[in-house]
């Protein structure tokens, strides 16, 4: 087999040294009646060849084909090659974890460097480096609050992502978590007047999203104001980061949590991607999730080290911040890769293309009858109301081999028809005019009395 | 003091040495710089100020970094030379399993399709994710001898809480309300950290003089308040739990279940299945058992396997077949523990994961345990002339020594293992399990050679003897590394946690 | 070593009792057994603390240990330097690396404790195993 470095004569020479006199006794602790004495019922082998094809086979039937205006907390954006070929450095794919700073420098720096990163760009003092993803650390956020006020009620607004929610509901559920949720209003915030109304002495957070789950951009500070009236933390995730190179960072926030996988990390079917955690130092020791510092060496060398560790599982055992030993490693330093070589101004522009393209398609659809039901300010994300079923317009664009966006139905039963639709800059203007030609072709066919005298706006190629 | 070129003719080292002394991104930066160009809009610009808001507007991300192309890739080529991987050489981690990560399980994750697919497309196009996820899933049952798997936990860790979830919901659903967890004191410190964060309260039980579970002590804490064990096998002393059966029967007798850690797969793949011996539900950590690299500490990926009467407590959504070949997703699971992350889990990581399994088939993934087993064993018969082992029990996967004699001379597990650095081996794990005194816990893996081995064992038996003639030596490794030993204290008590500009 | 004027705990802790309030600190010896201390928890002032009950944690780089409290009492100063300087309780554990004082509930608790002498035999005997 092409992995195994051992040849036969080096198996016999090896076992002849244990003292045994077949591979057979080495495993004689496991008693003879549970072992197997067949062969597992498993595909394979296969030759690299073969697998690669086998893969091929697979991403066959995907929607390789298409082009996707899917959001909702994953988001496709532009992947510059460089991430890949860095990525790939065998230094950096099959390292441990660097609990051996002499030999992991490399690893230490650059999540040093995400840290600084993210703190930036959340606008708040301290940054962790990487959780599982933005609904966990989204969920750790939740439990750092928890812990910190020592309080049990959490306040989450339904604007948030609906599988956010889920996450933070199944670990409250045998620790005692009291979870509310805070309503909507019109313009697809959070309801201010009735989050005043539930906020009290025992809530230990309020959490938000923002640009939230409908890619509207909650009023952080009201909020923030609210939540501390009360003493309670205010938590916002972020789940599209993008936003943040040109929307004012939560900085009144206690903790801002979130997922990075815009910058640079594959949609890949939902992960791994990429969670952070940022709050202010004085929280540090609160904090889940390994933390890089700086530190000098026995000659006074500037170098990095794990640090803050007595807050983790191996040390603390069951008092631990969290049970968390993984983070995602690979996919920060993606982040990191990707944020340097965009940089400030190109993160800004990027940023900048990404709300032009989509306030243009929202103006586009809107134009050939869909609504905004929302009116609150939106990034590259809005959610829109077609005038015919939803399902059968996101079908119609599939002919055209558009993924039109997400049925909203799914998760809040009330928003019959609502599309939440994502536009960043992998989406050209092509596709949204043959969205509106899809949309206007509804109204021609079986909507024609409603949708008469909507100007199709229809260009020519 | 000599010109470039030589001084008695050898080449005098450059200091600094300019890929060792590479500066943080941020003190590279400067203003104007892009390393990333974005493609021209084709609709028109917008002021942003005016579309988002005056209040919600942003004027800079200030310090944020500003640098070309080339210099990224510089920079982190540079940095990446400074870390040692598997590809580098032996990582004998124990307990981490870090074997070969085959390249092609890379190409293959990135393939258009499988890394574009988001993940909310309708199941009608999403047969080719589906059906890998579904593949996985059917390997590891098969694999482990458990009837159902979710693959959604992100990690390890994330799927032990999964699995104790599901037990409390178990023990619930039938009217029970139980306690404790009860966990072997040779645990990895994950097990209880779980324990506490489902809610459960975890009661460490001792070990035996042959570092297995006392099934006399095991027999007095199943009291009708403990909820199940949660064991490793083979535990973390790379010992078989010879009567795991009898250990599972006593736990379920009490109406317990019991819950094993999967991290030492590695041993018993093809061998035998945690589902025979009793287990009721595990998890397996994809990271080490099957080949998805470590990354410098993630992403991981930790699938639940359960027996059938857990399958309702499963985490939402499931896998189906719908009978045709179709794959859906079934959200209505009314006892589901609910969802312990967004989507499906580290999809990526399954590719990776059924990758190596098809590459080996059945009978390769025997032989990898074998080779495995026998490289652990080749290790502990040529070391215990020179260091103490920690059990006399037979080894499975990986062995555990103990640096008693070298302690004796002032010279510490933690010094045996930077000193192996200088000799070009990332050490092995230092200080665990906690039950040994001094661990020196080895896990070679199958993919060590013969050669590479010699070479290791080597290295530690002159450390042996250097720790008789020059402790010191030992006790101020690494010389050779670029960095000396750093100074964990100060960056603990006066903690510095990102750049800001000077 | 040990100061004669202290009482101390099997499990490493310190008490010099004046009157009806006691100064309490880890010991020489614990302070070598977990290293580089790098962080002190300590209770509010007027928090209440139970004998053979965690009252903080002191934290070297790879360890976490509690110190648990010899009296029942009120916690009525904690040392101010302890936070910015943790390693006090490494240069000076029985002086400048004081944690807390309280003030007793009930002096008769101190009775069960450890003179010098007694604490040093401990020691000898701990290690001999």
């Known amino acids: ?461 | 003091m000599s010109q470039s070129g030589g001084h008695n003719g050898r080449i005098t080292e450059a200091i600094p040495h300019i890929t060792r002394n590479e500066a943080l991104i941020f003190e590279r930066s400067s203003a104007g710089k892009t390393g990333a160009e974005v493609a021209p809009l084709d609709v028109p610009p917008v002021e942003a100020p005016e579309v988002l808001g005056k209040d919600f507007y942003r004027e800079d991300i200030d310090g944020f970094p500003e640098v070309s192309e080339l210099e990224v890739i510089r920079h982190f080529t540079r940095l990446s030379t400074w870390n040692y991987g598997i590809d580098t050489g032996l990582y004998p981690l124990g307990s981490c399993t870090m074997k070969y990560n085959p390249r092609i399980n890379e190409v293959v994750a990135r393939l258009d399709g499988l890394a574009t697919d988001h993940p909310y497309i309708p199941a009608r196009l999403a047969q080719g994710c589906l059906g890998i996820l579904a593949e996985t899933a059917r390997c590891v049952a098969e694999i482990t001898g458990m009837d159902a798997v979710s693959l959604q936990p992100a990690a390890g860790a994330q799927g032990e809480l999964t699995g104790l979830l599901m037990i409390r919901a178990y023990h619930e659903d039938r009217g029970e309300r139980r306690k404790y967890i009860l966990i072997p004191d040779s645990a990895h410190g994950t097990n209880p950290a779980s324990v506490t964060t489902s809610g459960y309260e975890a009661r460490s039980l001792k070990s035996n003089d042959r570092g297995c579970v006392d099934l006399a002590e095991l027999e007095r804490a199943m009291t009708p308040e403990t909820a199940g064990l949660m064991l490793t096998n083979p535990n973390t002393l790379g010992i078989f739990e010879e009567q795991i059966r009898e250990v599972c029967l006593r736990v379920h007798h009490r109406g317990g279940l019991v819950y094993m850690d999967g991290a030492n797969m590695n041993a018993l793949i093809g061998i035998a299945r945690p589902g025979d011996f009793g287990v009721d539900v595990m998890h397996l950590n994809l990271h080490k058992t099957f080949s998805t690299p470590h990354g410098g500490g993630g992403p991981g990926s930790g699938p639940v396997a359960v027996k059938r009467k857990l399958e309702p407590y499963l985490p939402t959504p499931t896998i189906e077949e719908t009978g045709d070949g179709f794959y859906k997703l079934n959200f209505d699971r009314p006892k589901s523990v609910g969802r312990v992350r967004a989507f499906y889990g580290n999809f990526g990581m399954a590719v990776r994961a059924l990758a190596y399994m098809l590459a080996y088939g059945a009978d390769g993934l025997r032989q990898v345990t074998e080779d495995a087993v026998l490289n652990a064993n080749y290790l502990r018969a040529r070391l215990s002339t020179a260091y103490d082992l920690a059990y006399d029990a037979p080894s499975m996967h990986e062995c555990v020594f103990s640096d008693r004699r070298q302690a004796a001379r002032g010279v510490r597990t933690g010094d045996i293992a930077k000193r192996l650095m200088d000799y070009g081996f990332h050490p092995y794990t230092v200080s665990f399990p906690l039950v040994v005194p001094g661990a020196m816990m080895i896990e070679p893996t199958e993919s060590a050679s013969k050669a590479e081995l010699d070479a290791f064992v080597d290295a530690l038996l002159a450390i042996a003897q250097e720790v008789k003639e020059h402790p010191e030596v030992v006790a101020g490794a690494p010389h050779s590394t670029r960095l000396s030993r750093l100074d964990e204290a100060t960056a603990a008590r006066k903690p510095i946690l990102r750049w800001k500009p000077s | ?129």
């Open chain 3, 1 to 129: 070593m040990y100061p004669q004027e202290f009482l101390y705990t099997q499990d490493h802790e310190w008490i010099r009792v004046d009157g009806t309030t006691a100064s309490i600190g880890i010991t020489e010896h614990a302070q070598k057994e977990l290293g580089d201390i790098v962080f002190v928890e300590v209770p509010q002032v007027g928090s209440q603390v139970t004998r053979k009950e965690s009252l903080g944690t002191v934290e070297s780089v790879k360890a976490v240990a509690d110190v648990y409290s010899p009296v029942t009492g009120e916690v009525i100063a904690v040392n101010p330097k302890i936070q910015k300087a943790p390693e006090l309780v490494n240069t000076d554990p029985h002086g400048e690396g004081w944690l807390v004082r309280v003030r007793l509930k009930d002096r008769s608790e101190t009775e069960s404790l450890m003179t010098a002498d007694e604490y040093e035999e401990y020691l000898k005997k701990g290690s001999a195993h």
């Open chain 1, 1 to 461: 087999m092409r992995y195994l470095p051992n040849s036969p004569e080096d198996r016999k020479e090896m076992l002849r040294a244990t003292g045994r006199s077949s591979i057979d006794e080495l495993f004689a602790q496991v008693p003879q009646d549970l072992r197997l004495h067949e062969s597992l019922q498993l595909p394979g082998p296969l030759s690299e060849a073969e697998i690669l094809e086998f893969f091929r086979e697979a991403a066959r039937a995907t929607s390789k084909d298409f082009v996707s205006l899917l959001g909702a907390g994953v988001y496709r954006h532009y992947r510059p090659v460089v991430i890949d070929e860095l990525l790939s450095r065998g230094e950096f794919l099959t390292a441990y974890t660097p609990y051996q700073p002499e030999i992991s420098q490399g690893t230490l720096q650059a999540l040093f460097e995400f840290q600084t990163l993210i703190a930036q760009l959340t606008g708040m003092e301290v940054a962790n480096s990487s959780l599982y993803d933005g609904s966990t650390a989204t969920n750790e956020a939740v439990l750092m609050a928890m812990r910190i006020t020592g309080r049990e009620q959490v306040l989450l607004a339904r604007t948030m992502h609906p599988e956010y929610r889920e996450v933070i509901k199944t670990y409250g559920r045998y620790l005692g978590t009291r979870v509310k949720e805070a309503p909507l209003q019109p313009s697809g915030q959070m309801d201010l007047h009735r989050l005043d109304c539930v906020v009290d002495e025992k809530t230990a957070a309020v959490v938000i999203q923002s640009p939230n789950f409908f890619g509207v951009l909650e009023p952080v500070s009201e909020i923030a104001e609210l939540a501390h009236k009360h003493g309670a933390f205010l938590i916002v995730a972020v789940a599209e980061p993008l936003s943040l190179a040109l929307v004012k960072p939560p900085a009144e926030a206690d903790i801002v949590c979130g997922e990075a996988q815009s910058f640079g990390v594959p949609v890949a079917f939902g992960g791994p991607y990429c969670g952070f955690l940022a709050t202010r130092d004085r929280f540090v020791r609160q904090m889940p999730g390994r933390l890089v510092g700086l530190t000098k060496d026995s000659q006074g060398r500037r170098g990095f080290v794990l640090t803050l560790v007595t807050r983790e599982q191996f040390i603390r055992r069951e008092k631990a911040t969290s049970n968390i030993c993984t983070s995602q490693t690979l996919c920060a330093l993606a982040a990191t890769i990707y944020l340097c070589l965009l940089g400030k101004q190109g993160l800004r522009k990027l940023a900048r293309n990404n709300l032009a393209k989509a306030h243009d398609a929202a103006r586009e659809l809107q134009a050939v009858g869909a609504k905004r039901p929302f009116t609150g300010p939106f990034f590259n994300e809005f959610v829109l109301e077609t005038p015919m079923p939803a399902g059968d317009f996101l079908r119609a664009c599939e002919e055209e081999k558009i993924l039109g966006g997400l049925e909203l139905e799914r998760f809040y039963p009330e928003m019959k028809n609502h599309l939440l639709i994502a536009v960043t800059e992998m989406v050209n203007k092509e596709t949204i005019d043959r969205m509106a030609r899809v949309l206007a072709g509804f109204g021609v066919d079986a909507h024609s009395s409603r949708l008469n005298g909507a100007a199709a706006p229809v260009r020519s190629h």
